[in-house]
Every structure is written in structure tokens, then in C-alpha cells.
């Protein structure tokens, strides 16, 4: 059935209007710059951050352990089952914090959890006390180069 779309009385059949339709989404997609179509599938920030994420809970875990090892075995027994947890988490937290995102979401992703980070009683030493600004300052300042450049 063709269908009227102007006063000019030009028709358009379904089947011409549907290749008219992805012949411009088509051209569309050829107009974009490669860098926005061929994004990475997950971004170095999320993974960093679920590497902080199963470290931290690996160092908790370790804690609670040390705990229980202290109350059975007395005060100041067993700090050497935190130890490497503890060091593990301070790795992934370090990379973390270094790096820079390559998108605004992962830019805005990384901001999210330090905010997440800052707002929770047993992270929020992290980032009130920990970083140091240089390589915080010099993550973030990279990280807008990369955005800006895309």
C-alpha cells in the first residue's frame, strides 16, 4: 500500500521506505569517528575497580579471621594472616587511583567509587588520608586528555 507524504503527491512504498530508512542509519554510522564506534568492550577502570573491590573483601575477610586466631591464641598472635591481604588490597587500590580512564564513563565510574570509598566507615581512610595528591592530580589531568581527544 503506498502512502502519501508531501503535496506533491510523491509516494513511498513500505519496502522503499524501509531501504531509505537504513541506507541513512547506515550513513550515519560511516559519518562517526572510529574511535566512538569501536569502543572497548570493558573499560581499564571497571576492571580495577572490581580488583579493588574482591581485595578489600579478601582483607576484611582476613581480618575477621586474624580476630578469631587472636582471641584463641592471645593478643598480638597472628597478624600474619592480614598481612598479605592487606598488601594485596594496597596494590589494587594504588593501580586503581593511577590510572587514567580512557571515557567519561569510566572517568565518572572512578569518581563514583571513590565517593563510595570516602563514604563508607571502613574505606573512607583511603581517600581522606592516603592518596597522594600527585598521583591523583596527574591521574585525573590524563584522564580528560583522553576523553578530550576522543
Given amino acids: 500500500m503506498a502512502q502519501v507524504i508531501s503535496e506533491n503527491s510523491i509516494t513511498l512504498s513500505p519496502t522503499r521506505r524501509r531501504f531509505l530508512t537504513v541506507a ?6 560511516l559519518a562517526l569517528p572510529p574511535s566512538t564506534a569501536a569502543a572497548p568492550a570493558v573499560d581499564p577502570i571497571i576492571n580495577l575497580i572490581e580488583a579493588h573491590r ?52 569510566s572517568l565518572l ?8 570509598l570516602s563514604s563508607e566507615f571502613e574505606t573512607e581512610w583511603m581517600i581522606e588520608e592516603r592518596p597522594d595528591p600527585g598521583v591523583l592530580f596527574r591521574s585525573f589531568a590524563e584522564s580528560i586528555a583522553n576523553i578530550s581527544a576522543v
Fill in 54 to 105: 574482591k581485595a578489600h573483601a579478601a582483607h576484611m575477610a582476613s581480618l575477621e579471621l586474624q580476630n578469631r586466631f587472636q582471641r584463641r591464641y592471645g593478643a598480638g598472635q597472628g597478624s600474619w594472616v592480614s598481612t598479605k591481604p592487606c598488601h594485596d588490597e594496597n596494590e589494587a587500590f594504588e593501580a586503581f587511583i593511577a590510572a587514567p580512564a580512557t571515557t567519561l564513563p
Fill in 24 to 29: 541513512a542509519a547506515g550513513a550515519t554510522a
Fill in 109 to 116: 565510574a572512578k569518581l563514583d567509587y571513590m565517593e563510595e
